[in-house]
């Protein structure tokens, strides 16, 4: 079945540091990838999301790029600010039965960035 | 517009009680699923449905079950509680049900003493 991996956290960082959090994903379709993220006590946001391989995702200074040779779709940021702190989800969407887009997810990173 | 809508916000319950728990979609969005976070993981997918239709289901027990009102919003139930039903239950609403962005409630904090 479908299964997303990412890099377990936390992972500790200081202001204006890079950041990037792995995700490799399996799938037997050719799903659609996002990240979300969750700020404490909250629900999961739509951060970035990319539909087809080599497509790349984008926002708020966030990226991802649809990688189908390494199966990957890793999230990176150039210069991390304290509230980016959050925990970040990898996710695929693939069709189940005829219809139906069930989202799998990875574990989640926890980011913490200190100033 | 108002975004995905869920309550309760926080709900307390002991083991054997039932709950249910509900949903409000955006307004045009005809899809609801429903996901488990336990704490420190990721959400688990529970159900979708999409036209009152059940679309898919999770590897969750029977105990489980939910549907879809005319008005596209849901009630998740769970029997006969057990204390790992504990969890933060999501619920994300989406156009329809290909491959379109699925966006999530605040989620309802349950927890089953």
């Known amino acids: 079945g479908d299964s997303v991996t990412q890099m377990e956290g936390p992972v500790t960082l200081s202001e204006e540091a890079c950041l990037t959090i792995?995700?490799?994903?399996?799938?037997?379709?050719?799903?659609?990838l996002f990240w979300y993220v969750q700020y404490p006590g909250e629900g999961l946001q739509l951060l970035l999301k990319?539909?087809?391989?080599?497509d790349k995702g984008s926002n708020k200074g966030f990226e991802a790029t649809y990688r189908k040779e390494t199966t990957s779709f890793h999230l990176e940021k150039g210069s991390v600010q304290v509230s980016d702190s959050a925990v970040y989800f990898c996710a695929l969407s693939d069709m189940i039965k005829a219809a139906g887009n069930k989202l799998t997810f990875g574990g989640g990173t926890r980011v913490l960035v200190k100033p | 517009d108002a975004g995905v809508t869920q309550s309760p916000t926080h709900l307390i319950k002991t083991r054997g009680q039932h709950v249910t728990l509900r949903c409000s979609p955006i307004s045009g969005h005809k899809s609801v699923s429903w996901y488990q976070q336990v704490l420190g993981q990721g959400p688990q997918f529970i159900f979708q449905y999409y036209e009152k239709e059940e679309r898919g289901r999770g590897n969750f027990p029977d105990r489980f079950s939910a549907r879809q009102f005319p008005n596209y919003s849901s009630e998740l139930n769970v029997n006969a509680l057990l204390l790992g039903d504990s969890a933060l239950y999501l619920c994300?609403?989406?156009?329809?049900?290909?491959?379109?962005?699925?966006?999530f409630g605040p989620g309802t904090r349950l927890l089953v003493l």
């Open positions: 990319a539909t087809k391989a080599d």
């Open positions: 994300a609403s989406s156009l329809g049900t290909g491959k379109e962005t699925q966006y």
């Open positions: 792995n995700c490799t994903y399996t799938a037997t379709g050719y799903p659609s």
